[in-house]
């Protein structure tokens, strides 16, 4: 995937960087790790000014578009009246404000600057009001990068996972400490009578349950009926904080998130990703009673760049986009588009398949029944032609991340046209490997590979 000035610039990085990337997830090998340049709209491109129709964005942050002009704009104007107070300030008020008026049922916001730090201080924000240590999460989930959290995703092994009614936590990484495990109780996705048995035996020791309302690192499985509303009723039994992770589905699936899509109410929520449209930012947002557990003398929350001038000024504007509602008509329209086209295509070849998730997010799985978990993702799915299909339309100029689990993210500046074309090539290219003619393996990031 790399071309010779793509090449050049990842050796530089070899030799500065370890394995020249900045995130583990970005290395695929030393031939095959992607390089850009520049991007714009739905479009990437590499230094050798090769151009990709863009599905991955950033793994979800972009939502309007790359480089949009009214965003960037506002920012440029915003950085001429500094960008670190540490105080109070009028971008990051009106963020808060739009979040509340976005998101049903949030009444307080504080923001940070990641995912990771985001569902880091939601936990302890958990952990404080209830006087209690221990999380439960769900198989196959990423909250990221910090210790507690980083057990069970989706690059987990089977074998250290333990039966599917006895779930044993997987460590995600060297370096975590194995006391960290006591802290922690896994549960498969989409398995209320599992998560009863667990909370049966442990409820009234568990701080919070923390949640994807739908698989993001999980090829967007949705939750089955019911799902989302049977752990709202376990956590009000047993006094548990439900944390909603949207840090990639928050104002990405309907304006308001899975709030507004689902119709469940989480006490926190924990937003990042399309919030600032590729600006870092995120935000842990909830309920009154709870959130004002932050502060002197409780739940300590903080970070110097926390609230920065050039983070709020565009989500603000990004915020401000998505009210207007023109931002989801598009997304709505391309990604029905793309997901319909995708069934017809699979059906027309005879491939037995699922396509689920939402407009703007979705995922494609090859199975006989709708993969219900994680675990299913890896015992019942068949990976190997898509990802060569993956393959194939990135050598053609469509991008979407190579990893079969990962969905595929769409923006508003993505056009019918952009779609038209996405699956003239996926077409295209499932035929050329269905008949051989194309062979080349998938390409998987080192810690995808499992």
């Known amino acids: 995937m790399q071309t010779p000035k793509s090449r050049a610039l990842f050796q530089r990085a070899m030799?500065?960087?370890?394995?020249?990337?900045?995130?583990?997830?970005?290395?695929?090998?030393?031939?095959?790790?992607?390089?850009?340049?520049?991007?714009?709209?739905?479009?990437?491109?590499?230094?050798?000014?090769?151009?990709?129709?863009?599905?991955?964005?950033?793994?979800?942050?972009?939502?309007?578009?790359?480089?949009?002009?009214?965003?960037?704009?506002?920012?440029?104007?915003?950085?001429?009246?500094?960008?670190?107070?540490?105080?109070?300030?009028e971008y990051e008020v009106r963020v808060a404000e739009r979040i509340i008026d976005l998101c049903p049922g949030v009444e307080m916001v504080r923001l940070t600057n990641?995912?990771?730090?985001?569902?880091?201080?939601?936990?302890?924000?958990a952990r404080?009001?209830?006087?209690?240590?221990?999380?439960?999460k769900f198989e196959g989930s990423y909250h990221g990068a910090h210790d507690y959290v980083l057990?069970?995703?989706?690059?987990?092994?089977?074998?250290?996972?333990?039966?599917?009614?006895?779930?044993?936590?997987?460590?995600?990484?060297?370096?975590?400490?194995?006391?960290?495990?006591?802290?922690?109780?896994?549960?498969?996705?989409?398995?209320?009578?599992?998560?009863?048995?667990?909370?049966?035996?442990?409820?009234?020791?568990?701080?919070?349950?923390?949640?994807?309302?739908?698989?993001?690192?999980?090829?967007?499985?949705?939750?089955?009926?019911?799902?989302?509303?049977?752990?709202?009723?376990?956590?009000?039994?047993y006094g548990i904080v439900l944390i909603f992770d949207e840090v990639k589905v928050g104002f990405r699936i309907a304006p308001g998130g899975a709030r507004e899509y689902f119709g469940v109410i989480p006490d926190i929520s924990c937003y990042a990703k399309a919030m600032g449209n590729g600006y870092p930012i995120a935000a842990v947002a909830g309920h009154e009673k709870i959130m004002m557990h932050f502060g002197p003398g409780k739940v300590f929350q903080g970070g110097?760049?926390?609230?920065?001038?050039?983070?709020?000024?565009?989500?603000?504007?990004?915020?401000?986009?998505?009210?207007?509602?023109?931002?989801?008509?598009?997304?709505?329209?391309?990604?029905?588009?793309?997901?319909?086209?995708?069934?017809?295509?699979?059906?027309?070849?005879?491939?037995?398949?699922?396509?689920?998730?939402?407009?703007?997010?979705?995922?494609?799985?090859f199975s006989e029944s709708a993969p219900r978990d994680w675990r299913e993702l890896l015992t019942d799915c068949s990976f190997d032609v898509y990802e060569s299909v993956i393959t194939y339309m990135m050598e053609q100029g469509i991008l979407r991340e190579p990893f079969a689990l990962e969905p595929f993210y769409l923006c508003a500046a993505h056009s019918e046209v952009d779609a038209s074309r996405t699956l003239q090539a996926f077409e295209d290219g499932l035929k050329k490997v269905l008949s051989g003619a194309y062979t080349r393996q998938g390409i998987l990031p080192v810690d995808a590979d499992f």
């Open 15 to 89: 030799n500065v960087m370890p394995y020249g990337v900045n995130s583990n997830y970005r290395y695929f090998s030393d031939e095959d790790t992607l390089v850009f340049s520049d991007a714009k709209g739905g479009y990437v491109y590499d230094p050798d000014g090769n151009a990709f129709l863009d599905y991955r964005l950033g793994w979800g942050p972009v939502i309007v578009g790359h480089a949009d002009e009214y965003i960037n704009d506002y920012v440029k104007a915003a950085l001429d009246r500094g960008q670190v107070y540490a105080a109070t300030h």
């Open 304 to 365: 110097t760049y926390a609230g920065n001038v050039v983070s709020t000024a565009a989500a603000d504007a990004t915020l401000a986009l998505i009210q207007k509602g023109d931002v989801h008509r598009q997304l709505e329209k391309t990604g029905n588009m793309l997901m319909n086209g995708f069934r017809e295509i699979l059906s027309r070849q005879g491939i037995i398949h699922h396509v689920h998730g939402a407009s703007a997010l979705f995922g494609i799985s």
């Open 151 to 237: 057990w069970s995703t989706a690059n987990a092994k089977l074998e250290e996972v333990g039966e599917r009614a006895h779930p044993r936590a997987s460590k995600g990484s060297i370096g975590i400490p194995d006391i960290m495990k006591e802290l922690l109780i896994p549960c498969p996705w989409n398995a209320p009578d599992i998560l009863e048995d667990i909370l049966s035996r442990h409820g009234d020791k568990i701080a919070a349950i923390i949640m994807e309302p739908m698989l993001g690192n999980g090829n967007a499985i949705m939750p089955l009926p019911g799902f989302l509303e049977s752990v709202r009723a376990q956590c009000d039994k």
């Open 114 to 125: 990641t995912g990771s730090e985001a569902t880091l201080h939601s936990l302890r924000l």
């Open 128 to 136: 404080g009001y209830t006087g209690r240590d221990i999380i439960l």
